[in-house]
């Protein structure tokens, strides 16, 4: 009999394992609720010596470590998700209009300045009187330095 191993389709979906078949963000997120969890319950032990007690304490501060090594949606941790839903709710404002940059209105506003700066440039050559030409003697000599 031949032996079938399934293979996925997305292949984007396969994580690289590294140890016991567990992930690095497994395997860190793991390691970090043993760090917390057992100095906890060893210490809620002796200071109680209820045994539950100390056993539902431990869990309450291990599992928000095994949720953060576990969770993921749409391939994203859950960091990310978290992130953009701060963002989408909290931080972004509510109403956000669509605008476009229309390249025709920023052409007709270029055109209307032009027109406006034409105008003005056109008054004031209006309002500055002319200058009277000097008048010369008909002799084109006199006037001019005599030259040795």
């Known amino acids: 009999m ?3 191993i399934p293979v996925p389709r997305d292949l984007s979906r396969v994580k690289s394992k590294v140890f016991f078949n567990l992930t690095k963000r497994q395997l860190i997120c793991f390691g970090g609720a043993a760090l917390i969890g ?3 319950f060893f210490l809620m032990k002796k200071a109680t010596s209820n045994i539950s007690l100390s056993v539902m304490c431990m869990m309450v501060l291990m599992l928000p470590l095994f949720f953060l090594a576990m969770y993921e949606r749409d391939g994203q941790p859950f960091e990310v998700v978290a992130r953009h839903f701060i963002e989408s709710k ?3 404002p509510k109403i956000r209009p669509y605008q476009t940059d229309n390249y025709y209105s920023i052409l ?3 055109a209307q300045a032009e027109k406006e700066v034409n105008q003005i440039v056109r008054k004031k050559q209006k309002n500055i009187p002319k200058k009277r030409k000097r008048k010369t003697s008909r002799n084109p ?3 001019r330095p005599h030259k040795a």
């Open 2 to 4: 031949a032996a079938y």
């Open 38 to 40: 057992v100095p906890v």
């Open 90 to 92: 909290f931080i972004r």
């Open 108 to 110: 007709e506003r270029q």
């Open 141 to 143: 000599s006199a006037g």
